[in-house]
């Protein structure tokens, strides 16, 4: 096989791993401004529970600690649907690499079981694209949930009213 085509065999796993590597940096961003905002309900949880230990316990205080409460417990469920994305990502990265390699090997090494190798890594690859694209997905529909419950929220104190942004 001459080098033109050595190259552009390994073409197009360099060209998946280049897009999961997009898809990682967006995804590692999400997870943490996820992070970052489940630290800054658990400061708010403590002010909270500041307040009803020096006997400011009245219902209101009790009502937004349940808030809180359950926008972390979303918004840990989102941040796992994104380690999940990531693992997916990475594993795919992992075989896109592991094909490359292989490919350039074969290159060198005669053995007539290199092209399946190549293609089951390539293929698993894909498999754990579309699991990661699959994660992904599920973490989006489940984004406006702890919005609509801080919504609800003030909506159940008066400060606003008008349609649920979740349907």
């Given amino acids: 096989m001459d080098a033109v085509r050595v190259i552009q065999t390994l073409v197009a796993p360099v060209v998946m791993i280049s897009a999961c590597g997009l898809l990682c940096l ?19 949880r403590l002010a909270l529970a500041d307040r009803i230990r020096t006997g400011g316990s009245g219902e209101d205080v009790q009502r937004r600690m349940a808030v809180v409460d359950q926008q972390v417990t979303h918004i840990l469920s989102r941040a796992r649907m994104i380690r999940n ?5 990475l594993l795919c990265v992992g075989c896109m690499v592991l094909c490359s390699i292989t490919l350039g090997v074969s290159v060198f090494v005669d053995w007539e079981g290199w092209p399946q190798v190549e293609v089951t890594l390539f293929m698993v690859g894909l498999v754990c694209l579309l ?6 997905m599920v973490e989006l529909t489940r ?3 702890p919005v609509a419950l801080e919504r609800d929220y003030f909506i159940g104190r008066g400060q606003e009213e008008g349609p649920s942004i979740v349907e």
């Fill in 26 to 44: 967006a995804f590692f961003n999400r997870l943490s401004i996820l992070v970052a905002r489940v630290r800054t309900f658990h400061h708010e």
């Fill in 85 to 89: 994305t990531l693992f997916c990502l």
């Fill in 131 to 136: 699991a990661g694209v699959m994660f992904a």
């Fill in 143 to 145: 984004a406006l949930t």
